[in-house]
């Protein structure tokens, strides 16, 4: 059984920083692309950044471009999400996605971190 286990959110203030974690298990994760998607309030799901099985090659949204970065440690089965210079607009509840298609929000998810920016 996939299992994702997102933490690290919380309240930040605009321009502020978070490191987002998943933590996976029930599946190779080494062998997979994953991926973040958030949902804003009052809003379907959206995609934010996505990368390879190695790490080696990472997508992102024109809206998180240079301010997010999407990393993993395939060795402890976890996928990471660097958020800086957060944007009241970034708020939402941020899951990560057992899919490497770039661009997609379906797949396998975790419960989600909320991340509220807020001054």
């Known amino acids: 059984e996939v299992q994702l286990v997102e933490s690290g959110g919380g309240l930040v203030q605009p321009g502020g920083s978070l490191r987002l974690s998943c933590v996976a298990s029930?599946?190779?994760?080494?062998?997979?692309?994953m991926t973040w998607v958030r949902q804003v309030l009052g809003k379907g799901l959206e995609w934010v950044s996505t990368i390879d099985y190695t790490g080696g090659r990472t997508y992102y949204a024109d809206s998180v471009k240079v301010r997010f970065t999407i990393s993993r440690d395939n060795a402890k089965n976890t996928l990471y999400l660097q958020l800086s210079s957060l944007k009241t607009e970034d708020t939402g509840m941020y899951y990560c996605v057992k899919t490497g298609a770039v661009g997609t929000t379906s797949g396998d998810r975790g419960q989600g971190t909320q991340v509220t920016v807020s001054s």
């Open positions: 029930g599946f190779t994760f080494s062998d997979y692309g």
